[in-house]
């Protein structure tokens, strides 16, 4: 209830009228005791209870007591789902949009689904994956190897990383004769799930964050604006003439020159620039500060983070050149509370913006002291949060492409697969992914065959044993491939011959196929040739 008091208080003074019919109150434990709804917290705002949510939804992602985020997947697989319906509009066997179009359809309309929030609940992808790896071990013979790695009595779906740490450290201390550890701490041994908090800690780990310092949350509390405006600062982020970046540097030179002609005539002038490489990482801020009354210029180079975004660099830059100039160390204070104490002390601040690598002195100048300041001590350079929560969702994207990288048959791309006419592009496509109609395996699996048996050599037929096993069709084969050549060799060779081949042994495929596989495909199949 206290921080409720605080947050109604923070209301009144911002003239903000709740809708307590839309908040709601959800008890998050991994007690499972408590979880569920089996506990339900009584809270008041503006003397309203507050009703129980167990999945509250907050900005698009849905919580559950336990914070696993397992409702949240769930929804967004089926809206995945949905969405990829969409797709099926857009093309089919014969006709439709090239699978570059595609793609793209599928990056901005169903992938982008994933990547809002995948910080947040991505952060269960791994440990979850532990569980289905354990059911797959216990199925293994005594005499595998792989039996030896988990325990039965504990699933390691149930334990968390630094309990395994610690236990292999145990094993190690008893094989060596020494006394073993004590756990790493009072909570390795949880009996629950890894909370949130934990997850997030080995992610940030994984992240390549956890060991840099945490720039302290800078909450600054300004009046209302109908308290008063002190004025005295400017933003300009236009010129008088508009210009593209794609402008000779002389036509964007000449724009920003009149623009700074407009400005005042300024007591202290101050270049800024920030540099990090790739926008991610080794962020250096530099600055040319130029007192014209003084006829003297000052230049000012600070390290942004090991792990940073350009914007970061930027307002790092802006920062320690403020803080220079109102005669404070280190940049102590935001940005934003620096501007306001130049204009309490009555000085006119005007930020405007110039466009880079224009031919401009000043600004060049800011860009070489920014390069430099990368080379600084990175390590001793706080982490923003911004910046953290972006290191974390490319982590998390990174292990996405990896698991499904893992996961295809043939991840690199079959060269000429763009060039190929629609029928070809497609059916190269399914064979890529290992989920072919040509094969016994995949109509099995959707029911449109009794086995997954080859019918001309009767071992279990696939995309591989289509494309390099199977004996029936050696000397099509040999005649494009050689002898004996791998999956890895036909896919990423020449795409036509894969569709030469396809072509030439598709008539005893076609022949040996269900007769309802081949009402359902038939008005998919292309007239084969031998």
């Not at 990547?115 to 991505?122: N, S």
């Not at 911004?386 to 079959?414: G, I, N, Q, Y």
Request: proline share 8%; net charge positive; aromatic share 6%.
């Amino acid at each position: 209830m206290p921080c409720l008091d605080a947050v109604d208080t923070w209301l009144r003074r911002w003239k903000v009228t709740p809708s307590v019919t839309k908040c709601t109150a959800t008890l998050f434990t991994l007690d499972l005791r408590e979880s569920g709804g089996k506990v339900k917290p009584h809270l008041t705002l503006r003397g309203e209870e507050l009703p129980y949510s167990r999945n509250p939804t907050f900005l698009g992602i849905k919580f559950d007591p336990q914070l696993t985020f397992a409702d949240h997947i769930d929804d967004l697989k089926a809206k995945m789902s949905r969405r990829r319906r969409c797709l099926q509009a857009l093309a089919g066997k014969t006709w439709g949009s090239h699978r570059r179009t595609i793609r793209a359809a599928y990056i901005g309309y169903i992938r982008a689904l994933f990547d809002y929030g995948a910080a947040v609940f991505g952060t269960y992808a791994a440990p979850s994956l532990a569980g289905t790896e354990y059911q797959r071990v216990i199925r293994l013979p005594p005499s595998d190897p792989g039996k030896s790695l988990f325990r039965k009595e504990v699933q390691p779906r149930l334990q968390h990383r630094a309990y395994k740490a610690w236990q292999r450290t145990c094993d190690d201390a008893t094989a060596a004769g020494r006394p073993p550890p004590k756990p790493p701490d009072e909570t390795a041994a949880l009996p629950q799930r890894p909370c949130l908090r934990r997850v997030g800690k080995w992610l940030a780990e994984e992240a390549g964050i956890e060991e840099l310092p945490v720039e302290p949350m800078a909450f600054y509390s300004c009046d209302p604006p109908w308290l008063g405006h002190r004025g005295g600062i400017t933003f300009r982020v236009d010129l008088p003439v508009a210009t593209r970046r794609s402008d000779p540097p002389a036509v964007r030179r000449e724009a920003a020159l009149r623009a700074i002609a407009e400005l005042p005539h300024p007591d202290v002038t101050i270049w800024s620039d920030g540099s990090a490489r790739g926008g991610t990482e080794q962020g250096g801020a530099g600055a040319l500060i130029q007192f014209h009354h003084l006829n003297r210029e000052e230049t000012v180079r600070a390290p942004a983070g090991a792990v940073c975004s350009s914007l970061r660099a930027e307002l790092t830059a802006m920062r320690e050149a403020l803080a220079a100039v109102a005669g404070l160390e280190d940049g102590e204070l935001a940005s934003t509370k620096l501007l306001n104490t130049l204009a309490e002390n009555g000085t006119e601040t005007v930020l405007q913006w110039v466009p880079g690598h224009a031919g401009l002195d000043g600004n060049e100048t800011a860009d070489r002291l920014a390069g430099e300041a990368t080379a600084g001590d990175q390590d001793s350079a706080p982490i923003d949060l911004s910046s953290a929560r972006a290191a974390v969702t490319r982590h998390v994207r990174e292990l996405s492409r990896r698991r499904a990288t893992a996961a295809h048959p043939h991840p690199d791309p079959t060269p000429g697969h763009d060039s190929l006419a629609r029928w070809g592009s497609v059916t190269l496509s399914q064979l890529r992914t290992g989920t072919s109609p040509l094969t016994r395996d995949t109509l099995h699996k959707i029911g449109l065959a009794a086995d997954d048996k080859c019918p001309a050599c009767g071992e279990t037929d696939s995309v591989a044993h289509l494309l390099t096993d199977c004996p029936a069709y050696e000397a099509a084969r040999r005649r494009r491939w050689g002898v004996d050549p791998r999956l890895v060799d036909v896919l990423g060779g020449p795409a036509a011959k894969v569709v030469a081949f396809i072509e030439g042994v598709g008539a005893d495929r076609a022949a040996a196929r269900p007769a309802c596989a081949a009402a359902l495909l038939g008005g998919l199949a292309r007239p084969w040739t031998t």
